[in-house]
Every structure is written in C-alpha cells, then in structure tokens.
C-alpha cells in the first residue's frame, strides 16, 4: 500500500533535495553544493565514527546526485522525470476519493493499541493510521496523504483525517 505526502506532491527525496540546491541551480551552485557537502560527510574528516554508517550512505546519495545533476542531458531526462512524476501525483490527489472520519471504523488490539481503518468498496481494509510515530500530531494538523487501496485501483485522500486517538 502507497502512502503520498500530498504537501510536497512527491514522495520521495530528490537529488536537489540531497545537494540543498533549488532546481534553478546553475551547474557552479551544484558544483559548489556537492563539494560543501562531500568535506561535511565524508567518513575520515568525521570525528564521530558511530556515524560512519549513515555518513557514508549520505555520501553515496550525495554523490548519484551530483553524477546526474552535473551532466546537463541526464538532468534534463532526471527534471522531465520528476515533472511527470509530480503530474501523475497531481492528478490522483484531483481524483481521490476524500475519506472522513465517520467513514472509517477505530480498531483496537489486544494490546491497547488503535487503528484507524476503512473498509473500501473492493473488500480490502485500509489502514489509514501514520506510517510511523513522528506522522502523529497534536490534534491541530491533519496527516496529509494519498492512500492507494491493495485490493483495486481506488485512491483516497485522508488529508481529513484526525488521528489524535492514536496517542
């Protein structure tokens, strides 16, 4: 099941995102991106070795960044990449099915613990619960999703949603 931060219209993280650059960046700003990044990551100028690690997948992401971002035509093909992909976000957040919240039914196990979920018309049960703690809020913001049925090819928008029974 797909789960689609609606704010942003993407779900993922783009390569600009990984360099800090916006997507009018001109190929020095990039250049200039890469290298600030590469000398604050890079795993031997790190004095913390327990971040190693995730130092060294931060470098590999930020290097497949620049790798693309710095040949002018595998940019080009990355930017129509991430415009189509905007697109077809756009246009399934147009087409949702938006979800209240007395269309869905609260389940509890026999922990304690609580699921928001909804029946769709297909039979399948989605859970409309965030993917994980940090998506919980305080009752003020709503989690802003796309939530793509397993069962068929119905999308539906739980942006109306409140999850503060989660808690």
Known sequence: MEQIDCESKQHRT??????????????????????????????????DKSSNRDDTDHINRIQKAYRVLRDEMKRKQYDEELRLERQRIQSRLESAIVLEQSDCILERDEDGLSALVFPCRCGAYLDTSPLDDDEITDGTDEIECLLECPGCSLVYDTRKLSHDHLR
């Open 14 to 47: 783009t390569h600009y995102d990984v360099l800090g650059v916006p997507e009018s960046a001109d190929g020095d700003t990039v250049k200039q991106a890469f290298r600030t990044l590469v000398l604050r990551h890079h795993p031997d100028k790190s004095m």
